[in-house]
C-alpha cells in the first residue's frame, strides 16, 4: 500500500494546509483529501506542484507501506 506523508512533511515546515494550496495553487479541498489520505490517486503535475513547493522529493511524500512500517504505524495514534 502507497502512503500519503504529506501531514508529516506539512508538520515539520509548520505549514498548514491553506499555505499549501496557497503556495501550489491547488484547491483547498484537494490538499486536505491528500493530508488526510483520501484518494486513490494523485495527477503528476499536483504531486509536482506539492513536491515544489515544499522543496522535496517524491520519496519524501509517497512511501511503499512495508509489514514492519504498517505495524509501526497501527501503533501510534492517528490524529
Known amino acids: 500500500m502507497i502512503r ?3 501531514s ?5 515546515r509548520r505549514w498548514t494546509q491553506a499555505r499549501l494550496a496557497q503556495e501550489t495553487g491547488l ?3 484537494t490538499i486536505n483529501e491528500l493530508y488526510n489520505e483520501m484518494v486513490d490517486s494523485i ?12 522543496n522535496c522529493d517524491v520519496g519524501d511524500i509517497l512511501v ?5 512500517l504498517r505495524r509501526t ?7
Open 64 to 68: 511503499v507501506e512495508t509489514d514492519q
Open 73 to 79: 504505524l497501527a501503533d501510534k495514534p492517528r490524529k
Open 27 to 29: 484547491r483547498p479541498a
Open 43 to 54: 495527477s503528476l503535475e499536483k504531486l509536482d506542484k506539492i513536491c515544489r513547493a515544499l
Open 4 to 6: 500519503i506523508l504529506l
Open 8 to 12: 508529516a512533511r506539512l508538520g515539520e
